[in-house]
């Protein structure tokens, strides 16, 4: 399974409060039933808290490395999208945080997965 110890943060650089979006838009995991490449775009937007709450902010390179860990891993879309929110919201403990994935479609079904942690703004839902 991915190793949530790739993640890195720094900290927050202010106490105003600001929205980030990450978009990763090449992820690939393994179907877990027929062992097929999955083709998807992983979608992260949270705000952080200030420096004075601890508030940080998950490190690119270590963001992009963790994504590629799921290239080899057998893994549902479900189980991919709420295991980045758990991992991500655990790094950062975040004001609010929502994941989606959108995958390519396969036999003719597209999938949307979404996951939040926290009150996510409703300007913000994905």
Sequence with gaps: MPDASLLEAFPTPTDTPFVVEHVAEEFTSLCPKT???DFGA???RFEP???KDGGTCVELKS???YLQSFRTEG???EA???RI???LAALMKPAWLVVRTDWRGRGGIRSVIRAASGAVPERYSL
Aim: no cysteine.
């Design 49 to 51: 808290r200030g420096p």
């Design 75 to 77: 893994i549902f879309y």
């Design 85 to 87: 929110r758990d991992d």
């Design 63 to 65: 963001l992009k490395i």
């Design 35 to 37: 062992g097929h490449p």
């Design 42 to 44: 992983v979608t992260v």
């Design 80 to 82: 991919v999208t709420n």
